[in-house]
């Protein structure tokens, strides 16, 4: 590439970002493009290795990674390899997670790192308000031992199962 010396720093900026975001895209594309062979040709990495000239453990990251998010669940504002870091979470959980690093701009190594040690501030609500259920003792046992399982307090994992449904439901978040 060559560019031309008369290139404004407004101008290189820009000109980087639209790169970066073309080659965000490029990893979503050979992504979903391996997932559709895999689908439609069984066993056909090897040819897609040789198509491409990129080794087989890249293009199975782009697979396993695309595999994961349906396109309306990826997200503008952070990277593929932020995706790729919370891949293996519950669907909910990749997307609070991945919300979290937009809006806080996190790189992908921060979000890694907030994942790793679950130190993320958690988000308080502006108003808190007191909820009282009555289940039997074999519901809360059943969800004491999923929440768990995610090395989650039950309240916490209670929520986020709420956010979930409510999510699901396109309910608009305040």
Not at 44 to 60: H, I, M, P, S, W
Not at 114 to 129: D, G, I, S
């Amino acid at each position: 590439m060559s560019l031309p010396p008369d290139f404004s720093l407004t101008e290189w900026k820009r000109f980087g970002k639209q790169l970066f975001l073309i080659s965000d895209s490029s990893s979503w594309w050979i992504g979903d493009w391996l997932v559709y062979g895999q689908e439609k040709y069984p066993a056909r990495y090897r040819q897609a290795t040789e198509e491409t000239g990129l080794d087989y453990r890249k293009l199975r990251n782009y697979a396993w990674v695309a595999r994961h998010y349906r396109v309306s669940e990826r997200h503008a504002n952070v990277s593929f390899q932020h995706h790729a870091e919370v891949a293996s979470l519950e669907p909910f959980e990749r997307a609070m997670w991945l919300k979290r690093a937009a809006r806080k701009g996190w790189s992908r190594n921060m979000l890694r790192q907030q994942v790793l040690t679950q130190t993320a501030p958690q988000e308080e609500p502006t108003e808190r308000a007191l909820v009282q259920m009555h289940v039997s003792t074999e519901q809360g046992d059943r969800w004491a031992s999923a929440a768990g399982r995610q090395g989650r307090e039950l309240t916490e994992w209670i929520v986020l199962c709420l956010e979930q449904a409510a999510d699901l439901q396109g309910a608009p978040r305040p």
